[in-house]
């Protein structure tokens, strides 16, 4: 889940068969918002960032996608 506006949230979660590690692919989406406030754990991870529109988030949310597929892609 992510949120933009004031302050931008990121909440990724999963369930313990699910490949990636949430607090990993979070880092990767706070880093491209430019925050690096947030954290947890394999299944669970969240984050807060600076304010952002829609876009900047779905960008974020796109890098941590990309880097989960290519974690995906290398296990086939």
């Given at each position: 889940?992510?949120?933009?506006?004031n302050?931008?949230?990121l909440?990724?979660?999963?369930?313990e068969?699910?490949?990636?590690?949430?607090?990993?692919?979070?880092?990767?989406?706070?880093?491209?918002?430019?925050?690096?406030s947030g954290?947890?754990?394999?299944?669970?991870a969240?984050?807060?960032?600076?304010?952002?529109?829609?876009?900047?988030v779905?960008?974020?949310?796109?890098?941590?996608?990309?880097?989960?597929?290519?974690?995906?892609?290398?296990?086939?």
């Amino acid at each position: 889940m992510a949120v933009a506006g004031n302050r931008s949230q990121l909440i990724f979660c999963k369930s313990e068969s699910a490949p990636g590690e949430m607090n990993i692919l979070l880092r990767i989406a706070l880093r491209e918002i430019g925050s690096q406030s947030g954290g947890g754990s394999s299944t669970f991870a969240q984050g807060v960032g600076p304010p952002a529109n829609v876009d900047d988030v779905q960008l974020a949310v796109d890098a941590a996608k990309m880097a989960l597929l290519e974690e995906i892609q290398g296990l086939i």
